[in-house]
C-alpha cells in the first residue's frame, strides 16, 4: 500500500475542503486575473442549469458583485426544458442580469441537425421526424477498447441500439460539436460589447481528461473550477446556498434528444467514482487500493486506470495552441 493511502484512507474523505475557504480564494484570484491580467470589467458565464456553470457564476458574483456579471442560457432543439428553468433560477437567485439566445436556428443554417441525422440513417435507416437518440461508450471497462453505440427512439418510445461505425461517429459527433461552438461565438460577442471576461466552466475531470469541445465549450478566458474534482464542485455549490434544484442535479451532456448522463457518452464510471480514480492515479495508488475503495475487482481498476490515460493522451490536442514557427531560425537568404 502507499505511504500517503497508508496515512489517509482511500475514500471520499480525501476530497474534502474548507469551501468557505477555497471560494474565498478563488474570488480573490478572479478579481486579480480580471483586472491585472485580462483587463476587463467584468463576467461573462453560459449557464446551463448544471453544477458547473451554477458554480462558477456564483464565484464571479462574489468575486465582483452580480451587477458586473453577464449570464447567458443558450438553448437549442434538443436541450432539456429541466436545464434552462434552472438556469432561470440560478441568474434570478444570484441576482445576475441574463439573455436567453435560441441557437437552434444558427444550428439548423450550418447543417448540425441535417448533418448528425444524415450519419444516423447510415446506421439505423428508419430513423426520422420525432425520433430521438444519444451516443454511449461501452468496452473498455470489461476488457476490451472503448468503442460507441447509437441508442435512438422511435416517437412512441421503443428504443434500439447499434455499434457505431467510426465514420459515423466521428460525423455525429462533429456535427453535434457545433452547439459548443456557437454558444462559444455568442459568449464572446456579449464579452467584446460589454468589455467583459469570459468563464469556462470545467470542473477537474472535465479538464484533465478532455471533455470538452476544443473551440467550444474549452475556449475561455479563465477557468476557476478547473482544479477541483466534481465531487468539490456539489460541496462548493452547497456551501454557497445554490438552490436545492441545482445542488441536486444529476450531471448530463444536455447535447442529445434522449436522457444522457456524461459515464454513459465519456467516462468509465459515475463522477464520484471517477474523482476517486483520478485522485489515486494522481497520487500513486495502485490498482488494488482503487479497486477495494471502489469495491470493483483489480483488473477493472486497472482498466480505469488505463482508461485514465488513454483519455489524458487525447486531451493534449485539445490542450495545444496553434503551431507557429516563431522559435525557429528564419532561413537566410542566399
Known sequence: MSALVAATALGPAVLEIDC????????????????NDLHRRGFVVAVSGGIDSSVCAALAVRAVG????????LPERDSSEASSLRGRLLAEHLGIPYEVHDIAPALEALGCYRRRDEAIRRVVPAYGAGWKNKIVIAGGLAGGINYFKLVVADPEGRTQEARLPLREYLEVVAAT????????????FHADRLNYAVIGTPNRLEYDQGFFVKGGDGLADLKPIAHLYKTQVYAMARALALPSE?????????TYSLPHGQDEFFFALPYAQMDLALWAAE??????????????????AGRVFADIAAKRRTARYL?????TMLAAPVAAAT
Open 177 to 188: 460539436n457545433f452547439k459548443q461552438r456557437v454558444r462559444k461565438n455568442l459568449d464572446y
Open 246 to 254: 441545482i445542488c441536486g442535479a444529476a450531471p448530463t451532456t444536455d
Open 319 to 323: 490542450h495545444a495552441p496553434a503551431s
Open 20 to 35: 468557505t475557504a477555497e471560494a474565498e480564494r478563488i474570488a480573490a484570484w478572479m478579481r486579480s486575473a480580471l483586472v
Open 283 to 300: 497520487h500513486g495508488c495502485s490498482a488494488q487500493e482503487l479497486g477495494i475503495a471502489l469495491g470493483i475487482a483489480p483488473e477493472v
Open 66 to 73: 452580480a451587477g458586473k456579471v453577464h449570464a447567458l442560457l
